[in-house]
């Protein structure tokens, strides 16, 4: 695996696990102010993570599948065969 595609995978994983450290950080949102549309911040913080790890996750995925891409372009399958499906 090349350099690149370990950085883009740490990138990937680094977004996989930013809204679970963010959400298991309780000191950090424990208050009520400032509130938002009259919502206190405990509840528009945790809210706005679901936003969040929606738009990290995907990025997340096109990550992944970039990285993968890289790994198994045709041709690159071990034997010199092509991956099962791919044209000859």
Sequence with gaps: MTR????????AYTG??????????????ART?????GLPFFYWF???WIFLSVALMAGSHLLLRRADRRVHAPG???????HPGEPA
């Design 4 to 11: 690149s595609c370990k950085a883009i995978r740490v990138a």
């Design 16 to 29: 996989l696990a930013l809204p679970l450290v963010a959400i298991l950080c309780v000191p950090l949102y």
């Design 33 to 37: 102010t400032p509130r938002l549309a």
């Design 46 to 48: 945790q809210f706005a």
């Design 76 to 82: 690159t399958h071990p034997g010199g065969h092509p």
